[in-house]
């Protein structure tokens, strides 16, 4: 695997294997952003076996301070997001539910450096920090009660899409994987355009959340 393929291995494990996309640029805007409740806790897609569960909490104390500095006034509305696979490897993100017309999406990013360091101070390949790149990758879902479904996008299979000409939005091959440089503006477009399609959201997985 790749190494630039590597930052999202949790979230690739978790549904099925396939590299999500990346964007340079977040999904949201102020005025898109929203906090529900109902998506804090604990979900599964066995709640037999929690080997691998996505968490949403609430920010922690001090957390506001490592947000990039678009959401420092709005950190309400921010999750963390703790994954965990079935061999145990884990993840440490940030996550915000972001409204476009009448879809809901996540727009999932690192919240710390892969070092497992919030603050390159302290990272022990300080200089290591200089080439980290908080990317966004971005998640559709539909939250009905303790029942989530999720369609994340696959690198594979948007190749055919984005290699169309025109191409529909703006993007860099680096290492066969597609990286988009749009902006948030022309994202948002994209995504909402492309809501429904699924050489964009191509992977689909039913979580249920465990009791509190």
């Known amino acids: 695997m790749k190494a630039n393929k590597a930052l999202y291995l949790g979230l690739a ?5 396939c590299v999500p996309v990346i964007s340079l640029q ?3 805007t102020k005025d898109t952003l929203f906090f529900d409740e109902h998506l804090l806790g604990t979900w599964v897609e066995n709640p ?35 994954l965990t696979d079935p061999e145990g490897r884990k993840g440490s993100f940030f996550a ?9 999406f996540l727009d999932i990013f690192p919240d710390v450096l892969p070092s497992g360091q919030g603050d390159p101070e302290k990272a022990e390949l300080f200089y290591n920090a200089f080439l980290f790149v908080r990317a966004h990758t971005f998640v559709k879902v539909d939250l009905s009660g303790n029942r989530m479904s999720m369609w994340l996008t696959n690198d594979d299979k948007i190749n ?9 939005i703006a993007y860099e091959s680096v290492d066969d994987q597609p990286i988009l440089t749009a902006s948030t503006k022309d994202l948002q477009a994209f995504v909402s355009h492309y809501a429904g399609d699924d050489r964009v959201f191509a992977d689909g997985i039913i979580l249920e959340r465990l009791p509190q």
């Open 160 to 168: 055919g899409l984005l290699e169309s000409k025109p191409s529909p």
């Open 48 to 82: 037999s076996d929690t080997s691998s569960a996505w968490v949403f909490t609430r920010l922690g104390q001090g957390d506001a301070d490592t947000l990039p500095d678009a959401l420092k006034d709005s950190a309400d509305k921010v999750y963390h997001l703790g």
């Open 13 to 17: 494990i978790l549904v099925g294997g």
């Open 96 to 104: 915000c539910l972001v409204k476009l017309d009448s879809n809901v």
């Open 26 to 28: 977040p999904l949201f």
